[in-house]
């Protein structure tokens, strides 16, 4: 059971700085980030709450033409279009949302890596460097989410004062 615990802690435990005005700056990209992917993003993939009507999606429904997008990629993604379709919509609406709340934050960053790695070389790299903006910043910001956590703004630290 202490084994467990330590792990939720290295998991939970965000990276505090000196003061709470350099969370509050660390904060404002992962806020805006997360509800950029996951309302623009992945909202136009995935069935969210506010996920607009004319998507036509259901609650956690991945859209039609995504799985065939995702098959195009080849490989590992032909055998399995319908799965890394739908793993890629999640951790982009639901991924996004964990990031802006700050809740889970090094789990969702992690999603949000794989997905937009994926998205940088089997999607948009025959795109040039403007077509790929988008994604690699939302690599940048979960790459830096990854390793720092939520901080002081975030449900992660509340929970990790809990923990403690």
Known sequence: MTRIKSLLKLVV???T?????ADA????????????LTTMFGADKFGMPWTAD???????????????????????????????????????????????????TRIASFLIMCTMLTA??????????W???PAMGFLWVALYNLILGSGRFGLDYLISKKLK
């Open 120 to 129: 940088i070389f089997m999607q948009k790299w025959n795109q040039g460097l």
């Open 25 to 36: 700056f660390l904060a404002i990209p992962r806020i805006l980030c997360g509800f950029w």
């Open 131 to 133: 077509g790929m903006l």
């Open 17 to 21: 700085q000196k003061h709470w005005f």
């Open 13 to 15: 435990n965000p990276v």
């Open 54 to 104: 004319s998507q036509n999606l259901n609650l956690f429904e991945v859209s039609a033409w995504f799985p065939e997008d995702v098959a195009s990629y080849s490989g590992i993604f032909a055998m399995a279009p319908i799965f890394f379709a739908w793993m890629g919509a999640f951790s982009e609406a639901v991924g996004g949302l964990f990031l802006m709340l700050g809740l889970k």
